[in-house]
């Protein structure tokens, strides 16, 4: 494709963009366009304008000063508690990770240990209980990354 | 106050962010919490859950202030996006449950809503009331097919396909209608810009 149609191609797909329409792969399309083309930022620019426009037109509604100050007042204590947080953990360590290894182990020892020697109920549901919690925690680790996936790609599209 | 001065406080606000400093997360806070609210609760119907969208947008922009890019555009955009964002991934979880064209339509309300949009009771940005009249005129001004799609993609999340199937035209139609009501919302704010159109 020459370089005018795709200029023409990702000119196109700017109204889009600007309202956070665009799929994953035409993003990463218009992202690797806008690197090289100042004139579709601005233009970009101007469409996100347009569309936050509109939110702009929603009517003001009443807010309870109350709860707004506490709204306020909680994102301050997380901004502080937050700062404390990010000292006291060490980077790059999923403080869960070790954790949930240990209880994988215990699990499959318990599982093993009810099997080889005399069958004991007790210790086979302990063990089967552990691995199921294991395998909920994993899943739940994988749904935060989904989120935190989507959370980037918003991210990527307001910083297109 | 111009709008310029206002986009020139919100960019330094979200720098100051960044570089770890609460008073702006608080100062933006005052300035846009407000607006943030309304819009929620305009795509939520619902002003308690509107406010754990006010706490998590807020919350978000302070922890991702640093990746704001000013020339990409205004700190008042960006902040508005974000809180689009959070209050659709709500509005997303509760149409799992239940059938999005049970919910109550946002397409005409707010159609109705701008006529008498100088009559409204002045906020924190009251400074922008010329570019709020400027924006319901040219909102006015779209056919209201073209004003459904975008009402739907802006305030419903919806994508081409769920605007086709809701509204029940052609994929193609509606992408054409999107492009253009977004190409005349961006044509007649023009004059609020230095360059032109």
């Known amino acids: 494709m020459s370089q005018g149609l795709q200029h023409e191609e990702m000119q196109e797909k700017l109204p889009a963009a600007a309202l956070e329409m665009l799929e994953v792969a035409e993003l990463e399309r ?21 569309a936050v426009g509109l939110a702009l037109q929603v009517p003001a509604g009443t807010t309870d000063p109350a709860r ?29 990770l070790g954790w949930m290894v240990a209880a ?36 739940a680790r994988k749904q935060q990354r989904r989120a935190a996936e989507l959370e980037d790609r918003g991210d990527r599209s307001r910083n297109l | 106050m ?22 702006a997360l608080a100062a933006l806070y005052d300035g846009w919490a407000e607006r943030v609210h309304a819009l929620a609760t305009w795509i939520l119907k619902d002003p308690d859950e509107a406010e754990d969208v006010v706490e998590e947008t807020f919350w978000q922009a302070w922890r991702t202030a640093g990746r704001y890019d000013s020339n990409r555009g205004a700190g008042s955009t960006w902040l508005i996006m974000i809180a689009r964002s959070r209050a659709l991934d709500r509005l997303r979880a509760r149409r799992r449950w239940t059938d999005w064209s049970d919910t109550p339509g946002n397409v005409g309300i707010l159609r109705e809503t701008t006529a008498g949009l100088t009559a409204m009771a002045p906020d924190a940005h009251s400074e922008n009331v010329d570019r709020q009249a400027a924006l319901a005129a040219a909102l006015d001004g ?56």
């Open chain 2, 142 to 197: 779209l056919p209201p097919d073209q004003r459904r799609v975008v009402d739907l993609a802006f305030f419903g999340g919806l994508s081409h396909s769920e605007i086709a199937e809701q509204t029940a035209e052609p994929l193609g139609t509606v992408k054409t209608r999107i492009r253009l009501a977004m190409q005349k919302l961006r044509q007649r704010l023009a004059f609020l810009r230095e360059e032109g159109p």
């Open chain 1, 30 to 50: 218009l992202q690797a366009h806008l690197a090289g083309c100042p004139g579709c930022v601005q233009l970009l620019r101007q469409y996100r304008d347009a």
């Open chain 2, 2 to 23: 111009t709008n310029g001065v206002l986009q020139d406080q919100d960019r330094i606000l979200l720098r100051r962010m960044a570089d770890g400093d609460e008073s």
């Open chain 1, 68 to 96: 707004s100050a506490a709204i306020r007042n909680r994102l301050i204590a997380r901004v502080r508690s937050g700062r404390e947080g990010r000292t006291a953990r060490r980077p790059g360590v999923d403080r869960w």
């Open chain 1, 104 to 139: 994988g182990l215990a699990g499959i020892l318990l599982v093993h240990h009810s099997v080889h020697q005399t069958v004991d109920y007790g210790w086979l549901l302990s063990g089967v209980l552990t691995l199921v919690l294991v395998g909920v925690g994993l899943y």
